[in-house]
Nanobody, 122 residues
């Protein structure tokens, strides 16, 4: 089992920044691909970003150049730095873990956090 706890969400004005953190425990963190997903009210959950075991990153087109995913294996933590936030970024953000990159990109991960709310005001 892997337990994931997100933090860092909140209310921010358009153009502002937030850094989300996801602390992992239970299994060897460095063995897992870590993903960030989000779900806005009335919409389906969508992929935001992922980082592989060796540090390769993937980011959805709509947030490229604004969001950066990183990981600190010594701290068992993955981060999502979000800059130039827009109202359309408002959603509950989830981190998730899986050993498979294809599964991660499909959103079919084994372990999920409880989510953290990000609200961007215009």
């Amino acid at each position: 089992q892997v337990q994931l706890v997100e933090s860092g969400g909140g209310l921010v004005q358009s153009g502002g920044s937030l850094r989300l953190s996801c602390a992992a425990s239970g299994r060897t963190f460095s063995n897992y691909v870590m993903g960030w997903f989000r779900q806005a009210p009335g919409k389906e959950r969508e992929f935001v970003a992922a980082i592989t075991v060796r540090g390769d990153t993937y980011v959805r087109d709509s947030v490229k150049g604004r969001f950066t995913v990183s990981r600190d294996n010594a701290r068992n933590t993955v981060y999502l730095q979000m800059n130039s936030l827009k109202p359309e970024d408002t959603a509950v953000y989830y981190c998730a873990a899986d050993t498979s990159l294809p599964a991660t990109m499909r959103g079919d991960l084994d372990y999920w956090g409880q989510g953290t709310q990000v609200t961007v005001s215009s």
